[in-house]
């Protein structure tokens, strides 16, 4: 599950215009949001055995920000977000999807940009480790939506987006989320956000409806 310390983490992720482009209509969330989701997800990590896990990688691998390609121009922030699903009242923001770019209660640990995640190593306490987000599973708890089901989201800071971190951790989530019972959950993704189509798509989703949301937003529900 997440630690006290990834509320920070998160926060400076998140604070970025881009990261929030299909969320909450890109409003940022203040530093004591962060705190008190941390303690919702590690409140339903005990009491459920999944959560919005954070996604680390290790610190060796840089971010995408930092690699400079041949041409010695610095490589773009990042394409655009992997985003997608509301998580439960209060977890991630407003009507738009939470899913923004890219465990037992642990943290989904990446072995390499792209690999696998494997699941269970300690993280910050692992200072090998850098956090890159969020990926996992919650209820829906809103009043509209789809009520009652279990829904995946993820959502990856700039600087890890498309390289398929998010599918990886997506697919580990899900892994957990079938030895808890739970085999068909939900991602509501706001239909102009490609990149988490996409990932949706990787991971086996089909569209099965689309609607308006709330704040007139318009987004597909995919599911497995």
Request: charged share 15%; glycine share 12%; with cysteine.
């Amino acid at each position: 599950m997440p630690t006290d310390d990834d509320a920070a983490v998160w926060f400076q992720l998140f604070n970025d215009p881009v990261v929030m482009q299909y969320i909450s209509g890109g409003q940022a969330q203040p530093q004591e949001w962060y705190h008190a989701f941390v303690s919702r997800q590690q409140a339903l990590a005990a009491a459920t055995g999944v959560c919005l896990f954070a996604l680390v990688v290790p610190a060796v691998v840089a971010p995408a920000a930092d690699i400079t390609p041949a041409s010695g121009t610095p490589a773009a922030a990042g394409a655009a977000p992997v985003s997608g699903t509301v998580p439960a009242a209060g977890a991630t923001q407003g009507a738009a999807p939470t899913k923004d770019r890219d465990a037992t209660p642990r943290e989904l640990a990446m072995p390499g940009a792209g690999a696998r995640p494997v699941a269970g190593t300690d993280y910050p306490a692992a200072r090998a480790h850098r956090g890159a987000g969020f990926v996992g599973l919650q209820p829906w708890t809103r009043p509209w939506g789809p009520v009652g089901r279990i829904e995946i989201g993820w959502r990856l800071g700039v600087a890890f987006q498309g390289r398929g971190l998010a599918t990886a951790g997506a697919q580990a989530a899900l892994e957990r989320g079938r030895a808890a019972g739970i085999d068909s959950p939900v991602a509501l993704i706001d239909l102009r956000n490609a990149p988490s189509i996409g990932v949706a798509t990787k991971l086996g989703m089909t569209c099965e409806c689309e609607f308006d949301a709330p704040d007139g937003v318009r987004v597909g529900m995919w599911s497995l």
